[in-house]
Nanobody, 115 residues
């Protein structure tokens, strides 16, 4: 059974930082494609960050230069370091794993950025 568990969300003031974690189980993590998404109230879920097939990182324009995605395959964990947070970053953040053509989602962690 595949399970993704996000953590690290919370309430932070604008300009602050948070680090999100997503621990995966039930899939071969090191060869799974991992991404972060977010969904703000009233909005569709949007892609935030991920990796290319050769391990380089990719970011949505809205977070480029402020967020960093990295992974630790020894811990089956992918992280999202979020700096210089803005109120518009307020959302539920989800990690997604893709393996053998199937997508797996966690339940999300809420990030609230106050102005």
């Amino acid at each position: 059974q595949v399970q993704l568990v996000e953590s690290g969300g919370g309430l932070v003031q604008a300009g602050g930082s948070l680090r999100l974690s997503c621990v995966a189980s039930g899939i071969p993590f090191s060869i799974s494609v991992m991404d972060w998404y977010r969904q703000a109230p009233g909005n569709e879920r949007e892609w935030v960050a991920g990796f290319t097939s050769v391990g380089s990182t990719l970011y949505a324009d809205a977070v480029k230069g402020r967020f960093s995605i990295f992974r630790d395959n020894t811990k089956n964990t992918v992280y999202l370091q979020m700096d210089s947070l803005k109120p518009e970053d307020t959302a539920v953040y989800y990690c997604k794993a893709q393996y053998r053509g199937s997508d797996y989602w966690g339940k999300g962690t809420l990030v609230t950025v106050s102005s």
